[in-house]
């Protein structure tokens, strides 16, 4: 069976338009609005999106088209899963464990396919997409498929970040904090995340999403670097206050930044700790707003970090997660 476009909608998440033309299947995690408020390279990049569904189907094959608009990053990862069991991926990366700077190195691109086993009888499938390229689906195909059916998850939980919540540098989607964090709070992603993105209360007034059960919002680590104590300070202000306008009734999670590799050395004469205290202050007054510190949540220690110095590695990411979501139960939020 080879799902029709209707099909390929309802079984997509985290993405808010889905086209179809030459051939292939393009996804899209930003409204025109939402690009219109924020010039950034990483707006066609899949972070987040994923397909899930129920089948009865037992060899999937997945046809794909890479691309990237930047040199920064060009590895990438289609995981693939049946019943929360790994099943492998389509990638660009070969066998071996990465050492070093692995970020930065150059990988192909263009055309992948790859064939997964699915075993017998009535599984849910999932395809979680790269979040470091532009990825096009060419052709999806399931043999022994009657039926092909979306499985929705009851709760929406809205990503806010820079590249650290986009993903850098997981090599594998899945294993990048946010995927993580969704899946145990039983809630469909939606990632809004961009690599170099500062606290912009105008990216959260262009969207269209209004409904959420948790929204996280994960900047400050570009904020420092880019910007003076005042400008910081305001432009934290308007971000919370638009997102707690925004979202009166969901859980806000306001994650301060991780650790980072320079960041003992003060920038603009602004300690890396005092981008924590000023979040603390500016969310103070709002109840939903549940403030978490960063900063002990991945190692402190460069072998932790794909780059060495900022965007953590899977095993990073993995402490990050962990932690994470050990703070959020602390919290007494409720997690499946």
């Given at each position: 069976?080879e799902?029709?476009f209707?099909q390929?909608?309802?079984?997509?998440?985290g993405a808010v338009?889905i086209?179809?033309?030459?051939?292939k299947?393009?996804?899209?995690?930003?409204?025109?609005?939402?690009?219109e408020?924020t010039?950034n390279?990483?707006l066609?990049?899949?972070a987040?999106?994923?397909?899930?569904?129920?089948?009865?189907?037992?060899?999937?094959?997945l046809s794909v088209s890479?691309?990237?608009?930047?040199n920064?990053?060009?590895?990438?990862a289609?995981d693939?899963f049946?019943?929360?069991?790994?099943?492998?991926?389509?990638?660009?990366?070969s066998?071996?464990k990465?050492v070093?700077n692995?970020?930065e190195?150059?990988?192909?691109?263009?055309s992948f396919?790859?064939e997964?086993?699915l075993g017998k009888?009535?599984?849910?499938v999932?395809i979680?997409?790269?979040?470091?390229v532009i990825?096009?689906?060419?052709?999806?195909?399931i043999?022994g498929?009657t039926y092909?059916t979306?499985?929705?998850?009851?709760k929406?939980m809205l990503?806010y970040?820079?590249s650290?919540t986009?993903?850098?540098?997981?090599?594998?989607?899945s294993?990048?904090?946010?995927v993580k964090?969704?899946d145990?709070l039983?809630a469909?992603?939606?990632?809004?995340?961009?690599?170099g993105?500062c606290f912009s209360?105008e990216?959260v007034e262009?969207?269209d999403v209004?409904?959420?059960d948790?929204?996280l919002?994960?900047?400050?680590?570009?904020?420092w670097y880019c910007y003076?104590g005042?400008?910081?300070?305001?432009?934290?202000?308007?971000f919370?206050?638009s997102l707690a306008?925004?979202f009166?009734?969901?859980v806000?999670?306001?994650?301060?930044?991780?650790w980072?590799e320079n960041?003992h050395t003060p920038?603009?004469?602004?300690?890396f700790s005092?981008?924590?205290?000023?979040?603390?202050?500016?969310?103070?007054i709002?109840?939903?707003?549940k403030?978490i510190?960063?900063?002990n949540?991945?190692?402190?220690?460069?072998?932790f970090?794909?780059?060495l110095?900022?965007h953590p590695?899977?095993?990073?990411?993995?402490?990050?997660f962990?932690n994470?979501?050990?703070q959020?139960?602390?919290l007494?939020i409720?997690c499946k």
């Amino acid at each position: 069976m080879e799902p029709n476009f209707q099909q390929i909608k309802a079984i997509t998440t985290g993405a808010v338009n889905i086209d179809f033309s030459d051939g292939k299947y393009r996804f899209y995690r930003f409204t025109g609005k939402e690009a219109e408020a924020t010039d950034n390279i990483n707006l066609l990049y899949t972070a987040g999106i994923q397909m899930e569904f129920r089948t009865d189907g037992n060899i999937l094959r997945l046809s794909v088209s890479v691309s990237n608009k930047s040199n920064i990053r060009s590895y990438f990862a289609f995981d693939i899963f049946a019943d929360g069991k790994p099943l492998g991926s389509i990638s660009n990366l070969s066998d071996g464990k990465r050492v070093g700077n692995y970020a930065e190195q150059e990988y192909p691109l263009g055309s992948f396919s790859g064939e997964f086993d699915l075993g017998k009888g009535d599984k849910c499938v999932r395809i979680v997409f790269p979040h470091s390229v532009i990825a096009e689906i060419d052709k999806l195909e399931i043999d022994g498929a009657t039926y092909i059916t979306p499985n929705k998850r009851e709760k929406l939980m809205l990503a806010y970040g820079d590249s650290i919540t986009q993903g850098y540098d997981a090599l594998h989607p899945s294993s990048t904090y946010a995927v993580k964090l969704a899946d145990v709070l039983g809630a469909e992603l939606i990632s809004k995340a961009l690599g170099g993105a500062c606290f912009s209360y105008e990216l959260v007034e262009a969207g269209d999403v209004t409904d959420a059960d948790y929204v996280l919002a994960a900047y400050g680590t570009n904020d420092w670097y880019c910007y003076d104590g005042n400008t910081i300070r305001q432009n934290v202000k308007a971000f919370f206050k638009s997102l707690a306008n925004k979202f009166p009734h969901s859980v806000i999670f306001a994650v301060t930044p991780i650790w980072r590799e320079n960041c003992h050395t003060p920038i603009k004469d602004i300690e890396f700790s005092y981008i924590e205290q000023i979040i603390r202050e500016e969310c103070e007054i709002y109840q939903n707003i549940k403030v978490i510190s960063g900063i002990n949540l991945v190692p402190h220690d460069i072998a932790f970090f794909g780059d060495l110095r900022l965007h953590p590695s899977d095993e990073g990411f993995s402490f990050y997660f962990d932690n994470l979501n050990y703070q959020i139960q602390k919290l007494q939020i409720r997690c499946k």
